[in-house]
């Protein structure tokens, strides 16, 4: 991921365009020069291909309905395609990562556990909920201990429930 922005990061600087995919391969180049044995781990494959399959398929999966005209209440019709594109790209995005690693994950474990799928469309938004929450609760906590507790129980919850899913699929 580093890597990925720090070539991004040169483009901007450079002004010259940036392609996901190119980066994507540039950063895996400069992996490999550094430990070629790196190519058959399995976290690298798998780190890759899902990053692959979100630059090649997340755009094709999302779903846009803002030309639809407004039916209710301008601010509710407003909020509800907030959370609904929200959810969309979300979804799209786990979509796209899985489409990309089904190879590998194929070819490396001889299984593929396709209610995955459906774990995952509900574990990434709570993951995704509880991520920002946590990263909140840490400085609350070394500034007042109890309020950031309080902010950690809803985290804890959250990672309970996900815990408890990925047990079951």
Known sequence: AMLLYGLLALAHITSRPYDGLTALLTALAILLLF????????????????????????????IRDRHR??????????????????????????????IGSFPAIACTFHEV??????????AVPLVTLALPMALLSVPISMAWFPA?????????????????LSGRF
């Open 35 to 62: 430990n070629p044995l790196s190519i058959e781990d399995t976290g690298l494959i798998l780190s890759f291909s899902s990053v692959g399959g979100i630059l090649c398929f997340q755009r094709m999966l999302r």
């Open 69 to 98: 005209p407004l039916t209710g209440h301008p601010h509710l019709e407003r909020a509800r395609r907030w959370a609904a594109s929200g959810l969309y790209e979300g979804a799209a995005v786990s979509l796209s990562a899985q």
């Open 113 to 122: 556990n396709l209610l995955a799928l459906a774990m995952n469309l509900i």
């Open 148 to 164: 950031g507790r309080l902010l950690s129980y809803p985290v804890r919850g959250i990672l309970w429930l996900v815990t408890g």
